[in-house]
């Protein structure tokens, strides 16, 4: 009986572990690779997009202290 009891508890186990393994990532070799180039051009039109307002913000800094020099 014993026995019976420790090959359920075993069994269980392992099916848990099994389970929690198959939630990860799914993608083949392929897939990961053409998923990341993927990504990775999406974050540098975002990089590109912040850096352009951070350029024009820059600028109009400038021509905010221009203007404050000119008036004095």
């Known amino acids: 009986m014993a026995r019976g009891n420790q090959r359920d508890l075993a069994r269980a186990k ?6 929690k393994a198959k939630s990860g990532n799914q993608l083949d070799g392929y897939q990961l690779a ?3 180039l993927s990504n990775a051009e999406i974050m540098r039109q975002k990089q590109a997009k912040a850096d352009e307002k951070r350029r024009e ?3 109009q800094a400038l021509r905010e202290k221009k203007e404050a020099k000119a008036k004095k």
Do not use: M
């Open 14 to 19: 392992n099916l848990k572990k099994d389970a």
């Open 57 to 59: 913000q820059e600028e």
């Open 34 to 36: 053409k998923a990341s």
